[in-house]
Nanobody, 123 residues
């Protein structure tokens, strides 16, 4: 079992930045690919970014590439999502997830999920 707890969400103005954190506990963090997804009201959960365990390869959605950066600190069992140049359309609940396999870009690749943290981009 892996428990995931997100933090760092909040209200930010358009163009601003936020850094989300996801702390993992329970089973070893080692070997898991980690991802961030988001879900806005009335919309499906969508992929935001992911990072593999082994070489730390990163993946981004087209809408977040160049603005968001995913990173992980395996010593701290924590994954981060640095979000810059935020837009109102980035408003959503952001979820952290852990994947035991090599695939990391679809929700069904993941078997552990956090409870989510709200990000609101508004003036």
């Amino acid at each position: 079992q892996v428990q995931l707890v997100e933090s760092g969400g909040g209200l930010v103005q358009p163009g601003g930045s936020l850094r989300l954190s996801c702390a993992a506990s329970g089973s070893t963090f080692r070997g898991y690919g980690m991802g961030w997804f988001r879900q806005a009201p009335g919309k499906e959960r969508e992929f935001v970014a992911a990072i593999t365990w082994n070489v730390g390869k990163t993946y981004y959605s087209d809408s977040t590439k160049g603005r968001f950066t995913i990173s992980r600190d395996n010593a701290k069992n924590t994954v981060y999502l640095q979000m810059n140049s935020l837009k109102p359309e980035d408003t959503a609940v952001y979820y952290c997830a852990a994947s035991p396999g090599p695939r990391v870009t679809f929700p069904y690749d993941y078997n552990y999920w956090g409870q989510g943290t709200q990000v609101t981009v508004s003036s």
